[in-house]
């Protein structure tokens, strides 16, 4: 089994409409699969938006979550340092990218996992293990 993989809203979205390979082969070789709240709940605002139109998506998370192994990851004191780890070397390299995204990275450095992502930015973070899945 490989390691935990973590999922920001960008894989999810690949994964629900299975136009990544990359992803689709991480959740299902990985041990663990984790969610980051941020990513959680950018999933649910986007669900919220679409209404009536968004019950498959509704389904498919919750089938998501349902999974063994899978689990939303809440930040905590750990999380947070590594947000400022991270906000740091951003803001020294000149390169800041969304907020989200930063607590993605340092929820995926907390849960000691490769993050999944389609959002190139994250190339920015060093000393974060991620993966592009688009």
């Known amino acids: 089994m490989n390691p935990t993989a ?4 960008s894989a999810v979205i690949h994964l629900f409409k299975g136009t990544s390979r990359e992803v689709r082969r991480a ?9 980051p709240l941020a990513t959680y709940a950018e999933l ?11 019950n498959k998506e509704r ?10 192994g899978t689990s939303v990851h809440h930040p905590d004191e750990e999380t947070g340092r590594f947000y400022a780890k991270i906000f740091d070397a951003l803001r020294k390299q000149g390169t800041m990218i969304p907020t989200n995204d930063i607590w993605i990275a340092a929820e995926a450095m907390s849960a000691r996992g490769i993050l999944y992502s389609s959002d190139r930015h994250f190339e920015a973070i ?7 899945c688009g």
């Open 6 to 9: 973590i999922l920001d809203t």
């Open 126 to 132: 060093p000393f974060l293990d991620w993966r592009y």
């Open 27 to 35: 959740v299902m070789n990985s041990s663990r699969l984790v969610i």
């Open 59 to 68: 389904a498919l998370l919750e089938d998501l979550l349902a999974t063994p």
């Open 44 to 54: 649910l605002a986007g669900i919220a938006r679409r209404g009536e139109a968004a």
